[in-house]
């Protein structure tokens, strides 16, 4: 970066203040500045082309450049840039759009409540869980409980909700009425001889204990990714979701999906929610709602919550919650056409069928020396790299051999993510069995590079 001073890489350094980065290592390392996105590569300011293998933040369904969402998004732009929906204000592509989701949504839900980001979204969530037990006169039941290395957000209520060190340490998170429960990771925290199955009922029974022991009429709601993303691409055992939700209904749980991956064909199903067999009283979505072209995120939530939340409003005059772009007119619009696409060219079963090939492909590298495990589900996978395949014991530092591997993969033209020492794929729903290979062949080579390298550290 030294040699470059007048490049935008440099140039950043000096101003932006980046999330999710190591701030000093940023101001040596400089930044990787991206130019320009067609189909399922992007191209950084050198013109070097890479594959977007986490299609950009688990994201962009439908690929870059995609030319109906730009004039999507002129078209709009043009009749009506900007209007809001407070005090009985609206507009057609909400409109549409809520008609539409509602129509595709996972369980019964009955009214959409849009916002920018997933984590205000989450925020929302949990304001209308403690609203509408105000509302149902049960002050008390307000505690919601997520999991260990879930991800739900940044805010300081959905941040609360996350359940990863990061973002709780120094930030002097989680805020009280949030609590944590067992990650459901077999692999990493089943017993010896625990099946998947027995792992599955431990889990929803360690759930049952943990609403007991704070007393059932406080505890409000439990979320969950059905497939957890951000946390390291954990996929739950078949039965888990099941066997908690029946924990839930049994306690007057509400159970809230958080689809912010998951949802519109991630999973090779419309919905995780589908694939797991979850009937959510609320659920979250956002990311490939617009392919990410635009900030959106919307609230799902069933008639019951709404009706209790809908009397309330009219005894004290207002709803008093909403954001400027609640629903912004250019948002919906580009997500109403991102949609369409989706459902025109089958993206899902394209999802379902390219991601069968994914997974295979990513199991070849069981065998390997640095390999763990190889998890995943349709068109999201991982592979975790361990020291000691056989004991499973994590590499000490964490995170370092990830990141080596991750910056092979980008000198090899492929981006994708290292969540520590896990390699998360999460590739464009477009992406074709000649992408797919190319991805797997230039992780293969970075992943054989990693390896030499965690050798030649041995033995110096
Ligand atoms: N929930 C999940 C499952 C997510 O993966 C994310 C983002 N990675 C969020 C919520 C938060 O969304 P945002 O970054 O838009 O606030």
Redesign the pocket.
């Known amino acids: 970066m030294v040699d470059r001073p007048n490049s935008p890489a440099f140039r950043d350094v000096a101003v932006n203040f980046h999330p999710y980065t190591n701030a000093r290592k940023h101001e040596d390392k400089g930044a990787m500045v991206i130019r320009e996105g067609k189909g399922i590569h992007v191209y950084d300011d050198t013109g070097k082309e890479y594959i977007e293998g986490l299609a950009g933040?688990?994201s962009v369904a439908v690929g870059f450049g995609e030319p109906r969402l730009v004039e999507a998004a002129r078209a709009q732009m043009e009749k009506l840039p900007f209007y809001h929906s407070f005090a009985h204000k609206s507009h057609e592509p909400s409109i549409e759009l809520s008609e539409r989701l509602l129509a595709m949504a996972p369980g019964k839900m009955s009214k959409v409540f849009y916002t920018s980001?997933?984590?205000?979204?989450?925020d929302t969530a949990i304001k209308l869980v403690w609203y509408y037990n105000n509302a149902r006169g049960r002050p008390e039941k307000k505690k919601i409980i997520s999991r260990i290395k879930g991800?739900?957000?940044?805010t300081i209520a959905?941040g609360s909700l996350t359940g990863l060190p990061y973002n709780h340490k120094d930030f002097d998170l989680p805020i009280k009425n949030i609590l944590h429960t067992a990650c459901p990771h077999h692999w990493r925290f089943g017993w010896e001889g625990e099946s998947e199955e027995e792992f599955a009922s431990r889990l929803a029974g360690e759930l049952e204990q943990l609403i007991l022991t704070e007393g059932p009429e406080t505890v409000a709601a439990f979320i969950g990714?059905p497939v957890m993303?951000?946390g390291g691409v954990i996929v739950p055992p078949r039965t888990y979701w099941q066997k908690i939700q029946t924990v839930c209904r049994k306690y007057d749980v509400l159970v809230i999906a958080?689809e912010?991956?998951n949802g519109f064909g991630r999973t090779g199903q419309l919905w995780g929610s589908t694939t797991y067999g979850i009937e959510p009283d609320m659920v979250?979505c956002?990311?490939q709602l617009t392919s990410s072209y635009m900030?959106l995120?919307a609230l799902l939530f069933s008639d019951e919550i709404y009706q209790a939340i809908a009397d309330n409003t009219a005894k004290i005059g207002t709803f008093g919650h909403g954001f400027t772009a609640s629903g912004h007119p250019v948002a919906t619009a580009v997500a109403l056409e991102n949609l369409k696409i989706i459902e025109e060219r089958d993206l899902v079963g394209n999802a379902a069928r390219m991601g069968e090939h994914l997974q295979a492909g990513l199991r070849r590298f069981a065998d390997h020396p640095l390999v763990g495990e190889v998890r995943g589900v349709g068109m999201i996978g991982c592979i975790e790299l361990v020291a000691d395949k056989t004991s499973k014991q994590a590499f000490d530092p964490a995170g370092a051999v990830g990141t080596y591997c991750y910056e092979r993969c980008q000198e090899h033209g492929l981006i994708i993510r290292n969540l520590g020492d896990q390699m998360a794929f999460c590739p464009p729903l477009i992406i074709d069995e000649t992408g797919l290979n190319q991805l797997l062949e230039r992780f293969g080579q970075a992943l054989d590079e990693t390896a030499q390298w965690v050798g030649s550290k041995h033995q110096a």
Do not use: C, F, Q, R
């Open positions: 933040l688990w980001s997933g984590s205000e979204a989450n991800y739900h957000g940044i959905s990714e993303g951000a958080d912010v991956i979250i956002s990311k900030p995120a």
